[in-house]
């Protein structure tokens, strides 16, 4: 969300966020979030943009400071209620802190704004299997094929989120796919379906 006067490539920040995407995307936290305070020094209104929140409570999180990035998880929540993305990317950071009914609590509301979100489907299946609620998890890994068939048959690929809009990693994954398996599911159907096999494949979400 930049001021209506100021082109958003010359805001003050812009280019610390993009270093601080650079250095998100390839893991280098620590970097990521040095670049995104300094972002936040040259320009405090930066806190209304709700990308940028996600992109820092990540850094954050990745650097061991979840209850901070929780924070502006609410915070960019409280920007774009009405956006089912906002609640997946809270629930991922709850399911990384055990908190497993929060985590379930922000995925349902998340299907609720978008039903056709098969990632958070297929995320709230996985912790309902995990607590035993068998019938109900397999009917979220179906709705979830389903979406991706649906997806793929009409050959639909829903507008792809900013590079800032990528989950937070509350995930133990080889290092070869961490970052690439959780960005090439959000940008491409075909992505998508590979993400979703890969997860019941034995990649395990922590919790």
Do not use: C, H
Request: hydrophobic share 35%.
């Amino acid at each position: 969300m930049s001021n209506s006067s100021t082109p958003p490539s010359r805001r003050p920040g812009t280019l610390a966020i993009n270093q601080g995407r650079s250095s998100a995307s390839s893991g280098q936290w620590e970097s990521a979030l040095a670049a995104y305070d300094q972002a936040l020094t040259a320009d405090k209104t930066w806190t209304l943009d709700p990308d940028f929140l996600n992109d820092r409570a990540v850094a954050l999180f990745q650097n061991k400071r979840a209850e901070e990035s929780l924070d502006l998880l609410d915070q960019a929540i409280q920007l774009q209620p009405d956006y089912g993305y906002r609640y997946a990317a809270r629930g991922w950071m709850k399911q990384a802190m055990k908190d497993i009914q929060g985590a379930i609590s922000d995925y349902e509301k998340a299907i609720e704004l978008d039903p056709d979100d098969a990632i958070t489907l297929n995320n709230l299946g996985l912790l309902e299997e995990q607590l035993g609620r068998i019938k109900s998890a397999k009917e979220r890994f179906s709705m979830a094929d389903a979406v991706d068939q649906e997806l793929t048959k009409n050959q639909i690929d829903k507008a792809p989120p900013a590079a800032s809009k990528e989950p937070p990693s509350s995930v133990t994954l080889p290092e070869r796919t961490a970052w690439a398996e959780i960005t090439n599911a959000l940008f491409t159907v075909k992505g998508r379906k590979e993400f979703l096999d890969f997860l019941r494949n034995g990649f395990k979400l922590n919790g």
